[in-house]
């Protein structure tokens, strides 16, 4: 079974306006991470956000924001007032497990993003 | 800002050759972590590092991937005889407490397999 599941393989939006990209979870583990990553077509992976399972608000850092529905298994982004330099891939993530140890990110399959002017 | 620095950037390799990926993770972390993406697909783990042994592997990391920390600064990955289906990026992490945040990723070193 799919751990992290991206069920938009594509989505265009207008430059300005909000988006929000879809991300679900499957974990047994009370205690958890979920993350985001921008990856442009140069390749890197770019940290946006993260929301931890027992974080009590939801994640915002600048115009990314994280809806965390915890009982639904969800953590969506919401990119406010879209930009050109948005558009890109984006991955969501999670790691299971406990706040020690080397612990590995599960990924989903990624949502690609374009920015129309 | 702290970065984790991955080299060669590209690397092309003829098919049985032996590679080796380098990296540096942020000085301050102790967990350091293989990662890999082939063209088009999500990233995928292959391995995780800490106290200078592999704390857990994926199915993917066979025999023919070894990782090592030669020294106190670089975390290597060396693929012993490289198969065309090893083309891919690949990317180093580091995180400092293993707690998952901070996460930090490198750029990537996409490796061509001909």
Aim: net charge negative.
């Amino acid at each position: 079974a799919q751990k992290i599941t991206q069920t938009q393989p594509g989505m265009f939006v207008q430059e300005k306006e909000a988006v929000t990209l879809d991300c679900t979870y499957d974990t047994s583990d009370p205690s958890y991470g979920l993350f985001w990553y921008k990856q442009p077509s140069s390749g890197e992976m770019i940290f946006l956000i993260y929301q931890g399972s027992y974080d009590q608000q939801n994640a915002t850092e600048g115009r990314y924001s994280l809806n965390f529905q915890k009982a639904r298994k969800s953590a969506n982004l919401v990119i406010s007032a879209s930009q050109l330099g948005d558009s890109a891939m984006y991955f969501c993530a999670m790691r299971e497990g406990g706040m020690e140890g080397a612990q590995k990110l599960v990924f989903g399959q990624g949502t690609r993003l374009t920015i129309n002017p | 800002e702290p970065e984790v620095t991955q080299t060669p950037s590209h690397q092309v390799t003829q098919m049985g050759q032996e590679v080796i990926l380098r990296c540096v993770p942020i000085s301050n972390h102790l967990y350091f972590y293989w990662y890999r993406q082939i063209l088009g697909q999500k990233v995928e783990f292959l391995v995780s590092f800490y106290n200078n042994e592999i704390s857990e592997k994926s199915e993917i990391f066979d025999d023919q991937f070894s990782v090592e920390r030669p020294d106190g600064s670089n975390f290597t990955l060396k693929i012993r005889s490289t198969k065309l289906e090893d083309s891919a990026m690949y990317f180093c992490a580091s995180t400092m407490r293993g707690r998952g945040y901070g996460y930090t990723f490198g750029s990537g070193t996409r490796l061509t397999v001909v």
